[in-house]
């Protein structure tokens, strides 16, 4: 069984930083990629991050130059440091793992981490 933990939120004023951590545990073989995702009140899902095994990374274009993603293979953990944060981006983040075990490939999700921007 794999399990995505995720922790880091909380309440920032604008223009302020949080760093959010999901690590994975379980029968874990390989990782790749890892993502996070947000969700506003009202709004679908959207990804924000993706690193993929090689360090490859993607951004939203809404948080490109303020957020970073990074991974620690050893620890099989994702990071997404957030800086410059503003009201929109209040959300529950999520983070995301293709995961393989002793069973094919599969997407695990974490139980998402309230983020909340006070202007």
């Known amino acids: 069984q794999v399990h995505l933990v995720e922790s880091g939120g909380g309440l920032v004023q604008a223009g302020g930083s949080l760093r959010l951590s999901c690590a994975a545990s379980g029968d874990i073989f390989s990782i790749n990629p890892m993502a996070w995702y947000r969700q506003a009140p009202g709004k679908q899902r959207e990804q924000v991050a993706v690193i993929t095994s090689d360090g490859t990374t993607n951004y939203a274009d809404s948080v490109k130059g303020r957020f970073t993603i990074s991974r620690d293979d050893a620890k099989n953990t994702v990071y997404l440091q957030m800086n410059s944060l503003k009201p929109g981006d209040t959300a529950i983040y999520y983070c995301?793992?293709?995961?393989?075990?002793?069973?094919?490939?599969?997407?695990?999700w974490g139980q998402g981490t309230q983020v909340t921007v006070s202007s």
């Open positions: 995301s793992a293709d995961i393989r075990t002793s069973v094919p490939w599969r997407r695990y």
